[in-house]
């Protein structure tokens, strides 16, 4: 999640809760499909769930910031998690590399998460909109996502933009109301004091 570049306003991901929301999406995910979930579903979940927090409620649950890849938005910190080679990052950021298990299912990893999310770290309305960002990815599959995710406004201008970057950064002040984007200053700066925590 980017705010605009006049105002150079990145986010500053909370780590503590990008890792019990990576758990808490990939368990909601198994309960609903009954299988273990993609790394495109995970990281499309986390997105939305991201975009309606901020747009009811004026922040996101994770503070990732998002780029628009040729399959939609991504979080770049929850998709560099999710990588099998980035062993390394995880253990740096989490303390262990044993939060879940990654499964090669050929041409894409299927998550297992070895232990419950804990869900202190979240409010009552992160779990509400992780959990329609989860029913939503598990009813409409890969192609509804692709097509719901490709139409958002922050998409299609971070895409339509793109020059030669392959993944360019999404402005999600894009998709505020008008009323809400004069909170893009406040909504960064919390992000920061949040991982200060």
């Known amino acids: 999640m980017k705010f605009p570049p006049s105002q150079n306003r990145h986010l500053t991901v909370d780590q503590d809760t990008l890792r019990e929301a990576l758990l808490y999406v990939m368990q909601s995910l198994m309960k609903l499909k009954g299988e273990k979930p993609s790394q495109y579903e995970i990281v499309k979940s986390l997105f939305i769930a991201d975009r ?22 991504v979080g770049s910190f929850a998709y560099d998690l999710l990588k099998p080679e980035r062993s390394a990052l995880r253990v740096n950021t989490f303390g262990s590399d044993d939060l879940y298990e990654i499964i090669d299912a050929g041409s894409y990893n299927l998550f297992q998460p070895t232990r419950k ?13 992780m959990e329609q960002a989860v029913t939503f990815v598990a009813e409409n599959g890969f192609n509804g996502v692709w097509e719901h995710t490709h139409a ?36 960064a700066e919390l992000s920061k004091n949040l991982s200060d925590m």
């Not at 901020?54 to 990732?64: H, S």
């Open 117 to 129: 999310s804990d869900l202190s770290y979240f409010s009552e309305t992160d779990i509400e909109s």
């Open 152 to 187: 958002l406004p922050e998409y299609e201008t971070a895409w339509n933009s793109r020059g030669s970057t392959a993944a360019p950064e999404m402005n999600m002040s894009i998709a505020l109301p008008n009323k809400r984007k004069s909170q893009t200053a406040t909504i």
């Open 52 to 73: 309606v927090h901020l747009l009811e409620y004026g922040r996101p649950i994770t503070f990732d910031n998002y780029v628009a890849m040729k399959d939609g938005p």
